[in-house]
């Protein structure tokens, strides 16, 4: 079984940062696509940014110039660096990875938990 555990959330002031992080475990063979989405209350969940096959990255327009994501392969994990917070940056924060298991050759899409971004004005 693969699972992604998420870190780093909590509660920060507006211009303050914060640095999420995903670890990816069970018996992973690769991992193709890593992902950010967020869920802010009465919103629908949106992306926040992704690492697509490993080369090209997308972030949303309301996060670009103070959010970066990345991934470290050697450790199956991803992060999501967070800079010059605003209060409508807050939301529920969730992980998401495309990656294959060992022994198979299908790609399946993985959530994490989500933890929680609150950032006070």
């Known amino acids: 079984q693969v699972q992604l555990a998420e870190s780093g959330g909590g509660l920060v002031q507006a211009g303050g940062s914060l640095r999420l992080s995903c670890a990816a475990s069970?018996?992973?063979?690769?991992?193709?696509?890593v992902a950010w989405y967020r869920q802010a209350p009465g919103k629908q969940r949106e992306l926040v940014a992704a690492?697509?096959?490993?080369?090209?990255?997308n972030y949303a327009d309301s996060v670009k110039g103070r959010f970066t994501i990345s991934k470290d392969t050697a450790k199956n994990t991803q992060y999501l660096q967070m800079n010059s917070l605003k209060p409508e940056d807050t939301a529920v924060y969730y992980c998401?990875?495309?990656?294959?298991?060992?022994?198979?050759?299908?790609?399946?899409?993985?959530w994490g938990q989500g933890t929680l971004v609150t950032v006070s004005s």
């Open positions: 998401n990875a495309r990656l294959r298991v060992i022994g198979s050759f299908r790609y399946l899409e993985v």
């Open positions: 069970g018996s992973i063979a690769s991992i193709n696509t």
């Open positions: 690492i697509i096959n490993g080369l090209s990255t």
